[in-house]
């Protein structure tokens, strides 16, 4: 047999673009090195009747009514709106930085107005921004940056802020009200089932051929495809020809304890003390009510399974070598966050797969 599509990874990047080739009546062969389908927003119910998310936490959230309408058709929605606390030894405040934040860090009270003159008095006069550091200084100051930034960065990335590029740092925002919510899109939830069987009914068609625990190179001479859908880290594919990329790896130390519940939010940061970097109670994502509860002991790592492209201009330039080659492949499509070298939430690596999809199929989205 000779598919139409062979699609290298089974998480939102290759499943989302394996349902869109389907539907066109399209056979698709969807691969995974792993022994399940969903990437690493894979979760399940343990035996106590818990979910457990095994890569740590994943809340969906996106302004695209497009993306959420579409993957609405496989799931219903449990509205779960996240919040962050930041566990700062002596003070428990909330990130996004924001007015109830700035009142228990200095036990004052502040207005909008004087919120934004108490920063500004703060922030350093940067002409130009060049790294992550940067970022922080030039927006919040420097004991900020000290309080919330320059350790855990240290912790999450093995590099201080001022070894990143800016764009790692310029997405956290800061609000001049009373919102501790940490997305503000206008959608968020869990799949109220779960996001395995959101991914299982999303690849529940005739069209679709999976294989698990499948390297693909380990298939790719005894298989025949016409295009192929190439979700893993770009430098792989490539055999490392121009030598590695860096990525951040992750471990997840789960804990169930006869407690109804550990703490009193779902991720609870940990910027200067401890070696993990959060902990995560599963059941407030799920809006679960059980005796016992999950934790998870989050560590990032130098070594291990790819998680995060690390944003160093080092890195950017060897990529740029590596999507050069990819340019010059005909009928090989790289998508998704290791494939195309940047950090991509499960929204846009949706959205990407659907605009692809529509420029390969011809498709309107």
Known sequence: ??????????GFSGAVFARKVAELNKSVLLIDKRAHIGGNSFDYINKEGLFVQKYGPHIFH?????????LSKYTEWNNYVHRVLIDLGNKKVYLPINIDTMEHLYDRNFSPKEMQDF?????????????SKEVILSQLGEDLYKLFFENYTKKQWGIYPDELEPSVLKRIPVRFNRDTRYF????QGIPKMGFNVLFGRLLSDENITIKLNTDYKDLINGVKYK????TGPIDAFFDYKYGKLQYRSLR??????????????AVVNFPNHNDYTRITEFKYLYKQKNKKTIICHEYAKARGEAFYPIPKQENNTLYMKYKKLAEGLENVHFLGRLAEYKYINMDKATENALE???TLLNLKF
């Open 1 to 10: 047999m000779v598919y139409d599509y062979l699609i290298v990874g089974a």
């Open 62 to 70: 996106t302004n695209s009514k497009k993306v959420w309408d579409f």
């Open 119 to 131: 920063l500004m008095s703060k922030r350093l006069d940067i002409k130009t921004v060049k790294n």
């Open 184 to 187: 503000e899109d206008k959608y």
């Open 227 to 230: 295009k192929m859908i190439y």
């Open 252 to 265: 997840f130390d789960m804990k169930l304890l006869d407690t109804e519940y550990f703490q009193s939010e």
């Open 356 to 358: 692809l999809s529509n």
